[in-house]
């Protein structure tokens, strides 16, 4: 069974750092790319970042670039999304996905998605 474990969101202040972490399990690993999405209200899911496994490359939404970061722990199969420099904006609720490939940056690529969770920026 294919599962994509993300932690618990939580909520910061403008400027603030939250880190959100996804255990995938059940698949082909080495396969595949671990990216966040996040939607917030009345607005469209938006790909945020992804890492690939095999080749370690990374996508980053111009939102959010600089300002996140992506990596992974391989041998828990874990990505982690630092995230610094919080705003308001980035208020949402965020979706960890798998996608075949390299890279994740869009919904029609996503083969699995994990439960959303709720992450909330206060200016």
């Known amino acids: 069974e294919v599962q994509l474990q993300a932690s618990w969101g939580g909520a910061a202040q403008a400027g603030g750092s939250l880190r959100l972490s996804c255990a995938a399990s059940?698949?082909?690993?080495?396969?595949?790319?671990i990216g966040w999405f996040r939607q917030a209200p009345g607005r469209e899911r938006e790909g945020v970042s992804s890492i690939a496994h095999t080749t370690g490359a990374t996508f980053y939404a111009s939102s959010v670039e600089g300002r996140f970061t992506i990596s992974e722990d391989n041998a828990k199969n874990t990505v982690y999304l630092e995230m610094n420099s919080l705003r308001p904006e980035d208020t949402a609720i965020y979706y960890c996905?798998?996608?075949?490939?390299?890279?994740?940056?869009?919904?029609?690529?996503?083969?699995?998605w994990g439960r959303g969770t709720q992450v909330t920026v206060s200016s």
């Open positions: 996905a798998a996608c075949v490939g390299n890279s994740c940056p869009l919904t029609r690529f996503v083969s699995w």
């Open positions: 059940g698949f082909t690993f080495d396969e595949y790319a």
